[in-house]
């Protein structure tokens, strides 16, 4: 079974605080993407990552995809409330499917 | 419509009950994802449907599972006897293509079996 695993699974920080997630595996995948869901809600999509190496950013969240195509960190920078979820990062195996992570809660207090 | 919806939001049944869950795709998306979602955890893929393709099935747990799209638009997964362990959130997604494509998720069907 092709796994990813997150680090942490729960987060809890206050508002103003930086933190990263982690998301590893032992397989290449050939792009990774990070969501961000809400209760009751699916999940969306922040950043598609497709180069070994590529650091994105969106506003005050940093993407970085490992050099090796393996692994990617998500930081965020001056978390405030409305950065809470759960973050899930999915790696692309071929055209279509997509192996998604364990999850991170992130809840950030004011 | 605006998005991918899904119906109904909320199943509860009892053990051994059948179950259908409905999705309708955004219009004009021809690639269609199931996954389940246990509690608070990541997404488990099930099925993949692109346009009149034979879909991939290798996601499905059991033969109890089975999933349809009819027309290349709405998809129906069917849950045959269900099983306590078969309760969990299942997720729709669709996308325009395949290939890195954005999936756009719809809001779940909480599925309890008793």
């Known amino acids: 079974t092709q796994l990813l695993e997150q680090s942490p699974q729960f987060l809890s920080i206050q508002e103003g605080e930086n933190l990263t997630v982690y998301c590893n595996s032992s397989?290449?995948?050939?792009?990774l993407q990070w969501y961000r869901q809400e209760p009751g809600e699916g999940p969306v999509l922040l950043v598609t990552?497709?180069?070994?190496?590529e650091v994105k950013k969106l506003k005050r969240l940093t993407f970085q995809f490992g050099d090796a195509r393996k692994d990617s960190s998500l930081h965020i920078t001056a978390a405030q409330p409305g950065d809470t979820g759960l973050y899930l990062c999915?790696?692309?195996?071929?055209?279509?499917?997509?192996?998604f992570g364990t999850g991170t809660r992130l809840k950030v207090l004011a | 419509g605006a998005g991918v919806s899904q119906s109904p939001s909320n199943k509860v049944t009892e053990k051994g009950k059948d179950v259908e869950l409905r999705c309708d795709p955004i219009s004009g998306h021809t690639a269609l994802y199931w996954y389940r979602q246990s509690l608070g955890q990541g997404l488990e893929f099930l099925i993949y449907?692109?346009?009149?393709?034979?879909?991939?099935k290798s996601g499905l747990p059991s033969d109890r599972f089975s999933a349809e799209r009819t027309g290349g638009s709405v998809s129906t997964l069917t849950i045959q006897r269900t099983q306590q362990e078969d309760s969990a959130v299942y997720l729709c997604?669709?996308?325009?293509?395949?290939?890195?494509?954005?999936?756009?998720f719809g809001p779940g069907t909480r599925l309890l079996v008793l």
């Open positions: 449907f692109q346009g009149n393709s034979a879909p991939d």
């Open positions: 990552v497709v180069t070994g190496g």
């Open positions: 999915a790696g692309a195996k071929g055209t279509y499917k997509y192996i």
């Open positions: 997604a669709s996308s325009q293509r395949t290939s890195q494509e954005t999936q756009y």
């Open positions: 397989s290449v995948f050939s792009s």
